[in-house]
């Protein structure tokens, strides 16, 4: 649960807000009833209405800090709210007034983190419970015991906000635990799928692969010896389970990666089954020194040679093809198809080169494809 939303509950709900109101609404209960008693009043009713008013408004100031904020502008509030609070209390001694202190330096350190100015108010509320207490009673015990109690009060408080911080806390911390050992969980799986994709790609698929060419040069001798059509027709078949299964091997693989991120082996992958599929030469050249590149930026040159195959098999079938990945200032690859001629149509291409272009555009790359004298190129620079 997200702590900020649940002190923003606590703040905003109605028992919450109706105990913020209950001085206000006290205060102004004790100014109506102090107008028609006959009891010791100290000072003019004007005055008490004065003090009266300036309590209520001093109070409003609690609604203008959030819940659980180091104590602030309701601060100075709180200041004002002590002060007339206490010499209300004064006024009308034998009013309800008497919980001012006591609410007082409870709202200080219970509602917001404590500050220096809290601790003046703690102070004030003090002052303002015995103070007014010793001079209607002239009894120091009284006195020292309604400081006592504003003090007890002050300190349970504490210990309560306290308490529920801590409780925060460790409801935070097992928030984060849980969510630590969803990741590791999560990381393990793909370390193990990854695993059993590494594999199934270094035997199953290098298995198929070779069985698929073991059987194409066994169709290509019995043509060669003149065998029956039946014979040859049974080896086609069987060389085309094997490239259905391969390719059955290669989607495997695929899905079992698809969470982790390309390297330069995956690249090279590419260009390996592009060669087996399409019995064309295909050449994977890497030059400079291999650095490590940030993910973004392999899942963008990982497409880049998957899409640039896709085309070159669909515009030049069986065209060799040449992959270069150099290492300099910056990282360039090169995908070149080479049928032999220039492209009859030298449009500027599709939505898989549009595609191409906004993933290098994504990484701070550029994207640069048109036909060369023998074929085609798409050339990709991103940052290193």
Aim: aromatic share 6%; net charge neutral.
């Amino acid at each position: 649960m997200d702590f900020k939303f649940a002190d923003q509950v606590r703040e905003s709900s109605v028992p919450g807000l109706l105990l913020r109101a209950v001085p206000s609404i006290l205060t102004a209960v004790t100014v109506v009833v102090a107008a028609r008693s006959k009891d010791e009043q100290r000072f003019p009713y004007g005055v008490i209405v004065a003090l009266g008013v300036i309590v209520v408004i001093s109070n409003i100031s609690l609604f203008l800090q959030r819940y659980g904020e180091p104590l602030g502008r309701a601060g100075y509030g709180l200041l004002v709210f002590g002060i007339a609070g206490s010499l209300l209390w004064y006024a009308l001694p034998g009013s309800a007034m008497i919980v001012a202190p006591f609410w007082v330096t409870r709202s200080a350190v219970r509602y917001y983190r404590p500050t220096p100015l809290a601790w003046v108010v703690v102070g004030i509320g003090i002052l303002g419970a015995s103070v007014p207490l010793y001079v209607t009673t002239h009894s120091l015990p009284a006195a020292f015991g309604s400081a006592f109690g504003v003090l007890a009060l002050t300190l349970a408080s504490i210990n309560r906000r306290t308490r529920e911080q801590q409780l925060e806390d460790l409801q935070v911390s097992l928030a984060r635990k849980q969510a630590a050992i969803e990741e590791h969980g999560r990381a393990a799986a793909l370390a193990e799928r990854a695993r059993i994709a590494r594999d199934m790609h270094d035997v199953l698929a290098h298995s198929l692969a070779g069985l698929s060419l073991s059987l194409q040069g066994a169709r290509l001798m019995l043509v060669r010896d003149g065998a029956s059509a039946e014979a040859i027709e049974q080896v086609t078949r069987a060389q085309g389970l094997a490239a259905d299964g391969l390719a059955e091997a290669r989607r495997a693989v695929a899905a079992l990666r698809e969470d982790s991120v390309p390297d330069v082996r995956a690249l090279g992958d590419l260009v390996t089954a592009y060669r087996l599929e399409s019995g064309a030469t295909a050449e994977f050249i890497v030059e400079g020194e291999v650095r490590e590149l940030s993910s973004d930026v392999m899942r963008a040159l990982y497409r880049t040679v998957q899409e640039a195959l896709v085309n070159t098999r669909k515009h030049a079938p069986h065209a060799p093809v040449r992959v270069t990945l150099a290492y300099a200032e910056k990282v360039r690859l090169t995908i070149e198809d080479r049928p032999g001629t220039r492209p009859g149509n030298a449009a500027p291409g599709g939505y898989g080169l549009l595609g191409m272009r906004e993933r290098a555009d994504l990484v701070g790359g550029s994207l640069e494809a048109g036909p060369t004298s023998t074929g085609w190129r798409v050339e990709l620079e991103v940052p290193a």
